[in-house]
């Protein structure tokens, strides 16, 4: 067995576990740097009413607490089932080295968790898509972006 593979049975006892303790759906992540496990996740939604809390958001947010940074510079993500739209964008921010999945979006489609509607709305105009989006606000808004831009003691990310 590869360590690939070790590593993701641990995201899907995760995964597993979480079920068993009727926490969420059947979704476990960790996150692996240096071969030691420094992050780890299972989805929540249902137990804390927190439609954010899937296991790699959790996951990203142990790790990051237990390594004191906002990246995961150097970092594996192991998780249970191809992240959602959602998760892969926090992933992405977190700025991993590689991503490990187990089952597929089609594996989870067929239990329940279709995200291919959210992948076609990111395709269309925002004007065709199933929640208005509306611009609103901007005039005072882009202010705040312009005193960011000027800041001369900002932290880059």
């Known amino acids: 067995m590869t360590r690939e593979e070790k590593f993701m049975q641990q995201a899907v006892a995760l995964a597993y576990e979480g079920i068993q303790n009727n926490e969420g759906g059947p979704f476990g992540c960790i996150i692996v740097k240096d071969d030691k496990i420094i992050g780890r996740g299972n989805n929540k939604v249902t137990s804390t009413n927190d439609p954010t809390a899937h296991a790699e958001v959790i996951a990203i947010r142990d790790a990051c607490k237990n390594l004191n940074t906002f990246q995961l510079d150097d970092c594996e993500i192991y998780t249970s089932c191809e992240p959602c739209p ?72």
């Open 86 to 157: 959602m998760c892969l964008g926090a992933i992405y921010w977190a700025r991993p080295k590689a991503i490990y999945y187990a089952n597929t979006r089609k594996d989870a489609a067929s239990i329940g968790f279709d995200d291919s509607m959210i992948y076609d709305e990111m395709t269309k105009k925002l004007s065709e898509r199933k929640i208005p989006i509306i611009n609103v606000g901007r005039n005072d808004a882009v202010k705040v972006f312009e005193e960011w831009k000027n800041k001369e003691d900002k932290t880059e990310y």
